[in-house]
């Protein structure tokens, strides 16, 4: 059976370049890239080839890269530390946010922090003047989403961060760009965004590694310790061959996301097509003005999203029905029930990636539709 993965959100396929050179560093090139042998002095070179090639992924800009073991590290070290910075103990969120997001400002409550979190009600949007309107003088930190997790939306984080900046001039804007750095053609960050967070898995790199950009006059409290790795910011060993692989597939992107975002764009349209012009009671969720290129939202009436997301797997399709940092929740995100989604519909997540193919789109469409069919006549979901 012809598999046609569209989790791609979730977590992408590794690219044979990247495969080859984590190998190659795991046979070859080991070493601690603190020590200073030869060894060493070899991953800290490859460790800096990496961090150049991260950095390509935002465009302009000063940076310095603190390597993670994910954007969940990322996004929790940005939040814990820098909540709270003396008397400024605000937090700004958004009902987008990443899970990391949303139990690091838990944890910031309960050490005396202050967390208003900003809806992106119908339309999966949170607009710039919602997210300055929710912050003052002593908030000390704005968390935005670029691209929406649950929801495929596109957000205005270049104009909140900058309305942000004339409120709270003293405030740290982290931009959470794990799903950006997968959909968007191309991403430049103004002054005003302080620290980004990426993953290696999105963006056909390997798992168990990420990437905190900080601007040169960001240091938030470090929340590993046990060494003075990276500037004294991060302790612990660099994971050396998830670092080059992340580079590698970093520098890949680079050099096709802008092409190939176009037929990500058309691939989903096809897909959507397929499905909303062809099945009643089918409808996507969030601005579609807004949408990312590879990330659909599909609401559909009349099936539970587990039931259908394993009849879709019996017959060769992969999808989800929202973050797989939520998986096991039984309740849909808030997101996705501020944006319309009713109890007598299934939610599913289809995320395209550069390499979907518009067959695989159209073949995802009709085994939908099918799937669908069946479960709402009630016959078994078997495969084919």
Known sequence: MREIYLDNAATSRPWPEVIEAVTEVMRDGFGNASSLHRRGLDAARRVDDARRAVLDLVGSGEWRVVFTSGASESDTAAVLGSVPRGKRDGVVTTTVAHAAVEESCVRAVELGARVVEVSAGESGVVEPEAIAAAADERTALVALNHVAGEMGTVQPVEESARQVKRVAPRSRVLVDAVQAAAQLPALDYPREVDMVALSGHKVHG??????????????????????????????????????????????????????????????????????VGTLDGARTLGDPARRAPGL?????????????????????????????????????????????????????????????????????????????????????????
């Open 206 to 275: 390997p798992s168990g590694v990420g990437a905190l950009l900080l601007r040169p006059d960001v240091r938030p409290r470090k929340l590993i310790r046990g060494g003075d790795q990276q500037d004294g910011l991060r302790s612990g060993s660099i994971d050396v061959p998830g670092v080059v692989g992340f580079g590698v597939a970093a520098r890949l992107l680079a050099e096709r996301r802008g092409a190939a975002a176009v037929g990500m764009r058309d691939a989903a349209e096809r897909l959507i097509a397929g499905v």
């Open 296 to 384: 659909v939202l599909l609401a559909i009436e009349g099936v539970r999203s587990e039931v259908l997301l394993h009849a879709l797997e019996m017959r060769g399709v992969l999808a989800a029905s929202s973050s797989a940092c939520h998986s096991a929740r039984v309740d849909p995100p808030r997101c996705l029930v501020e944006a319309g989604l009713r109890r007598d519909e299934g939610a599913v997540r289809l995320s395209l990636s550069l390499d979907t193919t518009p067959d695989e789109a159209d073949e995802a469409a009709r085994i939908i539709v099918e799937a669908v069919g069946g479960l709402r006549g009630g016959r078994a979901a078997g495969a084919r």
